[in-house]
């Protein structure tokens, strides 16, 4: 017998049992009900031959947006699922074009998009008149994302609105390891501050560690792990706090930041203020993170970071915003981003930056 093709539907999840592939597709992968099953089973068939998986994303923490998170943001070590993403923007596809007629006045985003993107203006025009048609930019970048993230973080309970994160116009790259650095310390007194959110250290969520210049909100280092105990991460905050000019840190203390503390504490480190997190103070803590972004005071963030201020949704208790525990993602980095901003609010600032 010769080669064969075998088709068939997603919920004959055991079909493929006992049977050897060299290659497999799996489409319209987001909306199968048991897709990590699907998967699973698929990629035993397969063994070391091609697997494909193809869809339009469906929902937050449906199948293919956790295989394609996972690749994207690999857990510590920089070492990924053994997935190579590949994401199509809008732009990818020639037809998306509409014709310019006499003289346009660009927006500033549209200007961005020409210039870091290398879009021709009749591409901005199809996007410009595509927005129009879905009453809104929410919905265009739902359907037709511009970055991979979009797809699933942009929905009508977005806690950041229409527009509000594009004053990002800096994103800096992560390495996906324990340590990232994008800028040489300048030893100016009060000069950079440090958020920590604090966790176990056991593959759950992330001990994250964020230096921020305190003068201009900037990222300039960051440390995470989720699989450091809490000793050696202390010993890592605070040689990152030492090496940025004794930085003064914002450690989350509950729970393990406690623990935390105590280590910081017998390392003879002294220059740290702990927050308390309660329901009312972890509000406080995102109207303060809110504020310098929809005030414009930012302009820079890390990528790690900007995913999860795009995953964040509205509470409708009331409640401080969350990311949904979906997926295996967490607001760990969005969490010591603001404490950052919040112990950056606590330092005078000099009368002209430098």
Not at 106 to 118: A, I, N, P, S
Not at 225 to 240: D, F, K, P, Q, Y
Not at 249 to 264: D, F, L, P, S, T
Not at 283 to 310: C, F, G, H, P, W
């Amino acid at each position: 017998q010769g080669p064969m093709i075998l088709a068939q539907g997603a919920r004959a999840v055991d079909s493929d049992r006992g049977n050897t592939y060299t290659s497999a597709h799996l489409t319209e992968f987001a909306f199968m009900p048991n897709g990590m099953d699907v998967l699973a089973s698929a990629s035993a068939a397969v063994g070391d031959g091609l697997l494909v998986i193809e869809s339009t994303p469906s929902h937050y923490g449906d199948p293919l947006h956790q295989v394609a998170m996972s690749a994207e943001y690999p857990e510590e070590g920089g070492s990924s699922n053994g997935w190579e993403v590949l994401f199509f923007p809008w732009w990818s596809f020639p037809g998306y074009v509409k014709r310019v007629k006499g003289r346009v006045n660009w927006t500033f985003e549209e200007r961005l998009l020409m210039r870091d993107k290398g879009l021709s203006q009749e591409q901005v025009m199809w996007r410009r008149s595509k927005i129009a048609e879905l009453r809104g930019i929410r919905r265009f970048r739902r359907e037709f994302p511009e970055e991979l993230d979009d797809a699933w973080s942009l929905s009508d309970e977005a806690y950041y609105g229409d527009g509000e994160l594009d004053v990002f116009h800096n994103i800096l790259p992560t390495s996906g390891g324990l340590s990232d650095q994008w800028e040489e310390p300048r030893f100016t007194r009060n000069r950079y501050v440090v958020g920590v959110d604090v966790a176990e250290g056991v593959g759950g969520d992330y001990t994250v560690a964020i230096v921020l210049d305190a003068w201009t909100l900037r990222p300039v280092a960051k440390w995470a792990s989720n699989r450091t105990g809490i000793s050696h991460a202390a010993e890592a905050g605070v040689r990152l706090a030492t090496k940025w000019g004794r930085a003064l840190m914002h450690i989350e203390k509950n729970n393990h930041g406690h623990a935390y503390i105590q280590a910081v504490d017998a390392l003879g480190y002294s220059n740290y203020m702990p927050h308390l997190t309660t329901e009312a103070s972890k509000i406080q803590l995102y109207d303060v993170q809110r504020t310098a972004i929809v005030e414009k005071l930012v302009d820079t963030v890390d990528k790690t970071t900007l995913s999860e201020l795009r995953r964040l949704l509205r509470s409708e208790r009331g409640l401080a915003p969350s990311v949904p525990n979906r997926g295996g993602h967490h607001d760990d980095h969005s969490i010591a981003y603001g404490l950052a901003i919040s112990a950056a609010h606590t330092l005078p600032r000099p009368s002209r930056l430098s």
